[in-house]
């Protein structure tokens, strides 16, 4: 199994930035790919930013330009730096990771942290 605990979140004023973190921790495990959803009242999940395999990064039209993914290996953390932050980036925003773990393949998701823009 594969834990994933983001962190980050917050009350931020448009046009400010936050960064959100994402750790994953288990035992014998690699992450192939590392993605940030995010889930507005009333709508949705949708993909924000992603990792895919041989670290292939793509990022929603909505935030291109704004956000940044990244990733450190050796820390297992994967991290969403988001600026010009705007009242529509409101969301609780969830870390998603696809890892090889013993059994083979297998997906995981965080419990989401919350993320308020005020206009």
């Known amino acids: 199994q594969v834990q994933l605990v983001e962190s980050g979140g917050g009350l931020v004023q448009a046009g400010g930035s936050l960064r959100l973190s994402c750790v994953a921790s288990?035992?014998?495990?690699?992450?192939?790919?590392a993605h940030w959803y995010r889930q507005a009242p009333g709508k949705q999940r949708e993909l924000v930013a992603g990792?895919?395999?041989?670290?292939?990064?793509n990022y929603a039209d909505s935030v291109n330009g704004r956000f940044t993914i990244s990733r450190d290996k050796a820390k297992n953390t994967v991290y969403l730096q988001m600026s010009s932050l705007k009242p529509e980036d409101t969301a609780v925003y969830y870390c998603y990771t696809i890892a090889t773990i013993q059994r083979g393949q297998a997906a995981f998701w965080g419990q989401g942290t919350q993320v308020t823009v005020s206009s």
């Open positions: 990792i895919f395999t041989g670290d292939r990064i």
């Open positions: 288990g035992s014998g495990f690699s992450i192939n790919v």
